[in-house]
């Protein structure tokens, strides 16, 4: 049998990565594939860490082998797992590089791994150039991708970044499959029942952390301009800030934003995010830069339409009049995407979801590891 393991975020810690990460590796069990998946004992030192907590309140996923064993700030540990890793032997090593800050940890570990002259290592990146540039991000990521055999990315604008610092590693680029283990979708009526929110009104929705490249004050700033001609509107934001928050509070007081801004700013567990997505009439991603995002295949699982930026990766992900709609950055534009939405209506968008949504799913995603694997094996 076909050992992989994963390397990245994975229960306790929480997030769109860890979700990520143990969804694939039911997507490997299930095909027969042996699967496990090393994990952090420490991610990010708490000064680091911007958010409230980085663990789970959900009970640990059954069925998962989860190993919590790499410090990211520990070299000795890098070369214990390294050595743990190496002396394992999986025929493939699938790791997660997001932030250049693991790219120490993480090459040291797979610089030890490839010692084995038999595991094949396959780097999934979220990111090549991080949306906020650190000092070292170059250096670390070069670093990691030296240790790394192949690449996949799941966006264009990653895969030219990629090409930027390194050109001639094997790569392929697969779309971010759908997020489809959070359950069925409820109806509109029971999810606002669920979240106290009213059955009549218009709702849409800002989904995830809060940082200033994803644009929520540019939202709110659109926001104060759909509200003069659709005053009932309410936009739901649903996340935890990850930088200060009195900015965003005071663009609400300032454009008289508070009757229509409803605030759920802090971590969504995964068991409520089918009410969060299946409240709203559609899900906004106002971005100032993008690679792709995590909340696009959230909301094709659901079937709900998207109004995106036309930066990075998201237009490719959001065909514009189909599944969604794109704008500008700015607020005129967004808002005027907000406005053509419900002259639309939610129902024009949904059959072109559930056209495009097939697009998206976990075997396109393993079969790309495996020839990956396969070719470099060659």
């Known amino acids: 049998m076909k050992k992989v393991v994963i390397i990245g975020p994975a229960w306790p810690l929480r997030g769109g990565l860890a979700t990520f990460d143990q969804r694939l590796a039911k997507q490997f069990i299930d095909e027969g594939i042996e699967c496990s998946i090393y994990s952090f004992s420490l991610q990010y030192p708490s000064f680091l860490f911007p958010g409230a907590t980085q663990y789970s309140s959900d009970p640990e996923p059954a069925d998962l082998k989860i190993h919590s064993a790499i410090n990211s700030i520990n070299p000795f540990n890098w070369v214990s797992v390294g050595n743990r890793l190496k ?66 990315t799941m966006s264009e604008k990653v895969l030219a970044d990629l090409r930027s610092v390194e050109k001639d590693k094997p790569a392929l680029q697969v779309l971010h499959p759908l997020y489809d283990n959070f359950g069925s979708a409820v109806s509109k009526s029971e999810a606002r029942n669920k979240l106290g929110l009213r ?97 696009t295949p959230l909301a094709y ?14 237009p490719d992900l959001v065909p514009h009049n189909k599944v969604g709609l794109v704008a500008e950055p700015d607020a005129a534009s967004i808002a005027a995407a907000i406005l053509r939405f419900y002259e639309l209506g939610e129902d024009y968008f949904i059959p072109h979801l559930r056209t495009e949504k097939e697009k998206y799913s976990w075997k396109k995603m393993t079969e790309a590891i495996l020839k990956l694997a396969e070719d470099v094996q060659k």
């Open 87 to 152: 002396k394992l032997k999986p025929d493939i090593i699938v790791v997660r590089y997001w932030l250049p800050l693991m790219g120490p940890a993480l090459g040291t570990i797979l610089r030890r791994v490839r010692r084995n002259r038999y595991t094949r290592i396959v780097a999934i990146t979220d990111n090549v150039i991080p949306h906020e540039k650190r000092p070292g991000d170059k250096a670390f990521t070069k670093y990691f991708l030296r240790s790394c055999d192949a690449v996949i």
């Open 199 to 295: 059955h009549d009104d218009k709702i849409i929705i800002f989904f995830g952390f809060i940082r200033k490249y994803k644009g929520l004050d540019v939202l709110l700033e659109a926001m104060h301009i759909v509200k003069q001609k659709s005053p009932s509107l309410k936009l739901v934001i649903a996340g935890e800030f990850y930088e200060d928050e009195k900015p965003y509070m005071e663009l609400i007081e300032k454009y008289g934003l508070k009757e229509n801004v409803v605030l759920k700013t802090e971590f969504v567990a995964d068991s409520d995010v089918k009410y969060f997505l299946c409240a709203a009439d559609a899900v906004v991603q106002p971005y100032r830069n993008a690679t792709q995002s995590g909340v």
């Open 301 to 314: 699982h659901f079937e709900k339409p998207m109004i995106v930026t036309n930066v990075g990766g998201l």
